[in-house]
């Protein structure tokens, strides 16, 4: 990661510490996402955005690629200040798969908040915070990246794998 760089590390579940953090990492554990006012205090100077979450559907690490919200929320509901961003961001390239300038290599997957009205051909996870903060990065014009972890993976162990190349 290039020295001026900053990432912020959100992981959306249990509070687990991470008691090696890299130089410049800030690292987070939270249990639903953040409306956009606190989101732009904390993402202040960030320039990339990783967020995770655990899921018990899976025994494999997985990259967000797209999502899918048939929730009827949007966190971008109410007034909107320019500042900040547009008030509707283009999702089109939502995620990313660059991390530290470089790309992570995983099998990817689709997240969705809400109920599924039919099934679909990809992998799916429910993932409603994902969704809502990533709604909300794209919004402040953040990069982000997003990945379903197992939910047995201790996240120093994810952190370490992804970390040292090994990405997965």
């Known amino acids: 990661m290039a020295e001026q760089e900053k990432l912020l590390w959100i ?7 991470l008691e090696k953090r890299p130089q410049g990492i800030e690292f987070r554990c939270l249990d639903q996402y953040l409306a956009p006012a606190e989101w732009n205090k904390i993402t202040f100077g960030v320039n990339e955005v990783l967020l995770t979450f ?6 494999d690490i997985y990259i967000v690629k797209d999502h899918v919200n048939l929730s009827g929320f949007n966190p971008l509901i109410g007034s ?3 500042e900040l961003g547009p008030r509707f ?3 089109s390239e939502a995620y ?4 530290g ?3 992570i290599q995983l099998p990817q997957a689709i997240i969705y908040a809400g109920i599924p009205e039919k099934p679909f051909s990809k992998v799916i996870f429910e993932a409603p915070q ?3 903060q990533a709604i909300i990065s794209m919004h402040q014009g953040k990069k982000t990246i997003a990945l379903i972890l197992p939910a047995e993976l201790p996240l120093i162990e994810f952190w370490n794998k ?3 190349g090994d990405n997965a």
Do not use: A, W
């Open 162 to 164: 992804l970390s040292g």
């Open 54 to 59: 655990r899921s018990g559907e899976t025994k």
């Open 130 to 132: 994902i969704v809502f």
């Open 96 to 99: 990313t798969d660059q991390l």
């Open 89 to 91: 961001p283009d999702m």
């Open 11 to 17: 992981h959306f579940g249990e509070n687990e510490k």
């Open 101 to 103: 300038g470089r790309s």
């Open 80 to 82: 909107n200040s320019d």
